[in-house]
């Protein structure tokens, strides 16, 4: 009885564990697993995950048949583009990429697996496309793409989306820096699959790339993306390899360069004009044009860490600066011509006729210059010459000796003329109604009272009476003007003294009363330019005046290529700022915007669109 007694409860006990299966079987949402002979439920995406998983093989393409080609669609997703090493010459963006394909093995009935129509599953189980961008510049990346999860679709399709930040080739054209626009590929393809195994298209039919995410970039514009399909051969075999190209066309924004390195170079240049302002005498001329070079200098090698070391084209701010930097240079030269040529009349070698009449007239006319050498020669001090200084004592003996045998031949004369005048008013005396009128006016005569000069530099100053004059026999000298009369008749001679009979005392008292005549010294100047001519030998006065119209031309001369030399510096620096940084720049983005056409592949949402 014991016996049985155990038997039935095994019995009852099989019999209840076959109901609760079938039972849990007709529910949809749980399934069943022994483990250690207990049932463990297990969820829907795990069943589903372990069937599509068995027996699967990641090594090989997930089609079917051998002949299909498997399509992959691909999309890029541009978020930024971080920035544009011209150096190195490596762009560096931030992209998602979408990649789309469908696996024959991972398919499945949704009503099987509670409605489940998708599943993420880890992308190091299934078969992924070697998907390679095949101008890569990372040098820690190898190159292809690395994502966590696939989206597995129950129709087979699945979606690996993969951010990433690229790293690519970029070459940069820096003729125009920086006024330059730069286009920049992104090539992707597989690497060992040709075209008869996989084939690549893109993902969306009415865009070529995705901007919706795109940030912008504070050096760079971006002006279009064109997507371009294309096949490429290998060494191994003769196969085409598909590929999908991606060109960036972007453009640098200037303000920076022209704010920090234009603008600068602008004054700098400002600055170099002034250099023929300065006069030679300041002896800063050639300072001010050093200081500038070397100021354009430092530009370069800013420049320089910039721009790559390349010898195939030099940028356009490059050519610029050298340019200026060319005609500082002159500058500087031509600023040792002028101190030279304002140097040479120190040489007492007149200037060439030929430059003279060139520079002083024809070129002075031009620039609208004038020059009253006459007064430049007057208002000129050569005291300082060495050559005047060693003639400067026996000038002073020689001038001292002609001043006094012209005062000694003054007194002589003006005594000789008393003498004379004492005689005729006595006999005029005589022979007049009234005698005793004349007698006063004897008395009165006195002989003329020179004026001795003082020791200095003056010039000697005689104090002649209105109406007294030297006669013809005294000498003329340099150092005051005689007056000779003219001849007269007898008959003339008594209308004379008849007329100074009428006017009785009064006349002889203004005559008292007149004052004296100063006589300056004159002498002919002769300041011609196109005329040449030599001081007289012996006059120092002559010789003085010749090297002083010697400095005074040369100094002119000098004024005159002063003044060519700035505006053609003035003229120069504008026309190569306006060709280099105005003419070209504008001509090369008319030929990239032309080149560039509208790209309806890019949304109409972008800034960007074309």
């Known amino acids: 009885m014991e016996p049985r007694m155990l038997d039935l409860p095994r019995q009852t006990i099989q019999i209840l564990l076959t109901i609760s299966t079938l039972a849990i079987a007709v529910q949809p949402e749980n399934n069943i697993s022994t483990v250690d002979n207990q049932v463990v439920l297990v969820p829907d995406e795990q069943r589903l ?20 080609v498997l399509i992959v669609r691909f999309a890029l997703h541009l ?45 190091n189980n299934v078969w992924l496309p070697d998907t390679f961008i095949y101008n890569n510049a990372d040098g820690g990346s190898t190159g292809f793409m690395k994502g966590t999860y696939v989206l597995v679709n129950h129709n087979g399709t699945i979606l690996w989306p993969v951010p990433v930040k690229l790293k690519s080739s970029c070459k940069v054209d820096i003729t125009y820096f920086p006024f330059d626009d730069q286009m920049c590929f992104l090539k992707f393809g597989s690497w060992i699959y040709s075209g008869d195994w996989i084939d690549y298209e893109t993902m969306y039919d009415d865009r070529s790339i995705e901007l919706s995410t795109y940030v912008n970039n504070s050096e760079w514009d971006l002006l279009s993306v064109v997507l371009e399909k294309g096949f490429r051969t290998q060494s191994c075999c003769e196969d085409l390899y598909p590929d999908l190209t991606y060109t960036l066309y972007v453009r640098r924004k200037t303000f920076y360069y022209i704010f920090n390195i234009i603008v600068p170079c602008i004054m700098l240049s400002i600055l170099t004009l002034l250099t023929f302002w300065l006069p030679p005498t300041s002896g800063e001329k050639i300072t001010l044009g050093l200081s500038v070079f070397l100021a354009f200098s430092m530009f370069m090698l800013l420049i320089a860490e910039e721009v790559p070391a390349t010898s195939e084209a030099v940028p356009l701010i490059g050519i610029y600066l050298c340019v200026v930097m060319t005609l500082t240079s002159v500058s500087v030269i031509m600023a040792v011509m002028v101190i030279n040529l304002y140097n040479r009349g120190a040489k007492t070698r007149r200037a060439p ?17 004038r020059h009253d050498l006459e007064r430049l020669v007057d208002s000129i001090n050569l005291e300082n010459d060495t050559e005047i200084d060693t003639r400067k004592a026996s000038f002073k003996n020689r001038r001292q000796t002609s001043m006094r045998r012209t005062r000694e031949t003054a007194l002589s ?25 004349e007698d006063n006016d004897i008395n009165e005569i006195t002989p003329l009272n020179i004026i001795e000069p003082e020791a200095g530099p003056e010039a000697e100053v005689i104090w002649l009476r209105r109406d007294e004059v030297y006669p013809a026999t005294s000498p003329q000298t340099n150092s005051f003007e005689l007056e000779v009369p003219k001849p007269c008749s007898h008959q003339e001679h008594n209308n004379t003294l008849e007329a100074s009979r009428k006017a009785g005392p009064k006349r002889e008292r203004f005559e008292k009363r007149a004052r004296p005549k100063r006589v300056k010294t004159t002498a002919v100047k002769p300041c011609h330019i196109s005329r ?5 030998k012996g006059d120092i006065k002559s010789e003085i005046y010749f090297r002083k119209l010697i400095v005074v031309e040369w100094q002119r001369i000098a004024a005159v290529v002063d003044r060519v030399l700035f505006w053609v510096y003035c003229i120069g620096t504008f026309v190569a700022y306006l060709l280099i940084l105005v003419i070209v720049p504008n001509q090369n983005y008319a030929l990239w915007n032309a080149k560039i056409q509208p790209n309806p592949n890019i949304r109409s949402d972008s800034r960007y669109t074309m």
Request: proline residues 4%; charged residues 25%; positive net charge.
């Open 353 to 369: 006729k030929v430059v003279r009449i060139l520079a002083l007239k024809w070129i002075s006319f031009v620039l609208r210059m």
């Open 49 to 68: 995950y372990e069937n599509l998983m068995y027996g699967y093989e990641k090594s090989v393409r997930p089609v079917r048949n051998s002949s299909t």
């Open 532 to 536: 040449d001519f030599s001081p007289k």
């Open 79 to 123: 978020n930024q583009i971080i920035g544009l090493d011209e150096r190195h010459q490596v762009l560096t963006t931030n992209v998602f990429i979408d990649q789309q394909w469908i696996d024959d093995n991972l398919g499945w009935d949704p009503e099987d697996y509670n409605n489940i129509k998708s599943i993420r599953i880890p992308a």
């Open 413 to 437: 004369s003006i005594h000789e003329y008393t003498i004379s005048r004492q005689n005729t008013i006595r006999r005029r005396h005589s022979s007049s109604e009234n005698p005793g009128g």
